[in-house]
């Protein structure tokens, strides 16, 4: 990857580039712990950054030498292709997790700019409980998750999750 970077960069086209950072933002921010309020602009952003891999995959094959275009082509579509295969026998498996995704019920604010995100859990194949999160929110429209964890109802849970949680994340500060 870094050889076809190299020659992206080399032949200055800005698109290849461009198409690179699209690709590899979501990664990032998705290892930092960013995402966005919105579980909408998350998904477009996944789109966007497959989108700008699929371009750039594509792209690959005209990259000079003729046989390092070849090979890299070969090599960066193949996840493509895979994808657009196993897509109906996957699209199964994933509308069944996306079915236990929802939108938190509640969120209140806790301390020192920190917002306590509850929602419900649980599907066929897994256990009902409550999945707490302790966010930080950036710039208006993002936030950096700095707490998860999950209790399950068989579990004995706390009975204030949010102050638990903040409690947890001030020991695993010290």
């Not at 950072?21 to 952003?45: D, E, M, Y």
Request: contains cysteine; hydrophobic residues 50%.
């Amino acid at each position: 990857m870094i050889m076809v970077l190299w020659a992206c960069l080399r032949s200055r086209s800005k698109a290849y580039v461009f198409c690179v950072l699209l690709a590899c933002a979501p990664v990032v921010c998705w290892a930092a712990g960013i995402s966005f309020q919105l579980r909408s602009l998350n998904f477009c952003a996944l789109l966007l950054g497959i989108a700008g891999y699929i371009y750039f995959a594509f792209a690959s094959f005209f990259v000079r030498p003729k046989l390092l275009g070849a090979v890299t082509g070969i090599v960066f579509t193949t996840p493509v292709v895979l994808g657009i295969l196993i897509l109906p026998v996957g699209g199964l498996g994933i509308m069944f997790f996306l079915g236990d995704v929802a939108a938190p019920y509640a969120t209140v604010e806790v301390r020192d700019g920190v917002q306590c995100r509850t929602k419900e859990i649980g599907n066929a194949a897994a256990g009902d409980g409550v999945q707490v999160e302790l966010v930080r929110p950036l710039w208006g429209f993002a936030y950096k998750t700095m707490y998860e964890h999950s209790y399950m109802y068989s579990q004995t849970s706390p009975p204030a999750p949010c102050g638990y949680a903040y409690a947890q994340l001030g020991a695993s500060r010290r």
